[in-house]
């Protein structure tokens, strides 16, 4: 188990990929891999970021084949238009264009984080839904995991869907309260039955918060098509769900946080939405300190003020469901029971309707 200051630095870090900052082009972006083990299809969108591509004097990176790589391995070809963040040379976010199409690419010098990710995302795309009884169409609410590059130089880079688009963050500030109690009920519906998914894959996301679920840009006026992005803090957990947490964002992290001890991690991907949801209502998270934190999980009782801005009880209900203090009480999402909650292809369907 890392630190906690490690944990909420490497969440820092990961944040990143969502501010748009211009830098120089680095001269070591990773080869696509040509391992079909490692090319996956694609699927659905990503980053709010790739909104802004430019940059007509970026480089074209090609590939260097494997030994013995067909000539078709060789058509495969990435170019970087902009870079959107840099940490270092071997962290940052970049748009590209890879294969001729548009691609957001993600790169880390943690290989847990980029593991994490790749695990994550393949697990989700390649798996069944209909054998939990929930819509195939689950996997359009998460970005799709275009190509697994090949490592270069302590690099380990993603490309990824791009998605023109609003994070709920932004989303969730243009909206005065009615809106939000007519929009946010869908929108959470549908990041449930996503993180439900994910749960009975074994997996929990791990850094749930309103910069990691983003608005398509075609769904912006009715009900809002999500899609949840940025999986470096998610695990395998299993049946049990029980492990130390990797990761998490200062305000999204559940009391039993503060914790040194094995916790369930599905219950804790719980707290995190009902902490996202509190924050789309709210403007701001619940707990923004690790002092207030450890109050609330000493005491087993909530100190955040009441939302007194909305009016729909129901909304409201659903939040406090999420945010019971004590994970022995709070229940997994797989396990909740709301009448907002409906059936991902209902709302999925609902929203397009309205496009």
């Known amino acids: 188990?890392?630190?906690f200051a490690t944990i909420l630095l490497a969440a820092a870090v990961v944040a990143l990929c969502h501010v748009s900052t211009s830098s120089a082009v680095p001269t070591n972006v990773p080869s696509p891999s040509t391992d079909p083990t490692n090319a996956l299809p694609s699927a659905p969108p990503s980053p709010p970021s790739a909104r802004t591509a430019s940059g007509s004097n970026a480089p074209s990176i090609s590939p260097s084949p494997k030994s013995?790589?067909?000539s078709k391995?060789?058509?495969?070809?990435?170019?970087?238009?902009?870079?959107?963040?840099?940490?270092d040379s071997k962290t940052y976010t970049a748009l590209v264009q890879y294969n001729d199409k548009a691609g957001f690419l993600k790169c880390t010098g943690d290989k847990e984080v980029f593991d994490n990710e790749r695990v994550?995302?393949?697990?989700?795309?390649?798996?069944?839904p209909s054998k939990y009884g929930i819509s195939p169409r689950i996997k359009e609410a998460f970005v799709g995991l275009t190509a697994v590059l090949s490592p270069n130089k302590g690099s380990y880079c993603l490309v990824l869907e791009r998605l023109d688009g609003w994070s709920l963050e932004n989303y969730a500030a243009l909206l005065g309260n009615p809106e939000k109690?007519?929009?946010?009920?869908?929108?959470?519906s549908q990041v449930i039955n996503g993180i439900r998914y994910m749960n009975h894959l074994g997996l929990v996301h791990g850094d749930i918060k309103p910069e990691n679920i983003m608005i398509?840009?075609?769904?912006?006026?009715?009900?809002?098509?999500?899609?949840?992005?940025?999986?470096?803090?998610?695990?395998v957990v299993g049946e049990s769900g029980m492990g130390y947490f990797y990761g998490g964002t200062m305000g999204y992290l559940a009391p039993e946080d503060v914790l040194d001890e094995q916790t369930d991690l599905y219950k804790r991907d719980t707290w995190m939405l009902g902490a996202t949801l509190y924050a789309s209502l709210a403007g701001l998270p619940?707990?923004?300190s690790i002092g207030v934190l450890e109050s609330v999980e000493r005491q087993g009782k909530?100190?955040?003020?009441?939302?007194?801005?909305?009016?729909?009880?129901?909304?409201?209900?659903l939040m406090n469901k999420m945010l019971v203090c004590s994970p022995a009480q709070r229940p997994k999402l797989s396990d909740l029971s709301d009448p907002l909650i409906e059936p991902y292809e209902k709302t999925i369907s609902a929203a397009l309707q309205q496009e």
């Open 302 to 317: 909530n100190l955040f003020p009441p939302i007194e801005t909305s009016k729909n009880a129901q909304l409201l209900a």
């Open 181 to 188: 109690d007519a929009y946010l009920p869908s929108l959470f």
């Open 286 to 288: 619940p707990y923004n």
């Open 120 to 128: 994550a995302l393949t697990k989700i795309h390649a798996g069944d």
């Open 1 to 3: 188990m890392r630190s």
């Open 73 to 87: 391995s060789r058509k495969s070809k990435l170019i970087v238009e902009s870079i959107l963040t840099r940490t």
């Open 216 to 235: 398509k840009g075609t769904s912006f006026i009715n009900k809002p098509v999500i899609v949840i992005v940025d999986f470096g803090m998610s695990q």
């Open 68 to 70: 013995g790589a067909s």
